[in-house]
């Protein structure tokens, strides 16, 4: 069966893609732990993340530079934060968060955003990456 994540890269279900390739999908959190938090997934369906190859592993932080600066440009946090967890959905991933501080990457703060601010800020990342 396929993961949440693949079924969201091949548009059975709906996101807030922010940027996309051949290789790999970028697309904001639901449950944010603030707004921006970003997603990077690969397309092929890879359950840990560090179980990618090297070349996608590599990859994966060319495609996701970008997006970091549009997070940083767009919300003026003063940088984002990194994570890979693993443990939401069996699909590598990760996850870019705009942080000030430490306690802006606890995940115990992440809550249900409402559709109009995903709407919104997917619309502010993808202009700044045009």
């Known amino acids: 069966m396929p993961s949440l994540f693949s079924r969201i890269v091949q548009k059975e279900l709906s996101s807030y893609g922010i940027l996309e390739d051949k290789q790999f999908y970028a697309f904001l959190d639901i449950r944010p732990v603030r707004d921006g938090h970003t997603l990077v997934v690969p397309k092929v369906e890879v359950d840990q993340f560090f179980d990618m190859d090297l070349d996608y592993l590599s990859a994966i932080l060319q495609f996701a530079k970008p997006v970091a600066d549009a997070l940083k440009l767009v919300t003026h ?50 202009e700044v990456l045009s």
């Open 77 to 126: 946090c003063d940088r984002v934060g990194m994570v890979v967890a693993g443990f939401e959905e069996p699909h590598a991933h990760l996850h870019l968060i705009p942080a000030d501080e430490m306690a802006d990457l606890d995940f115990g703060r992440a809550r249900l955003a409402p559709e109009e601010a995903l709407r919104d800020m997917a619309q502010r990342l993808r």
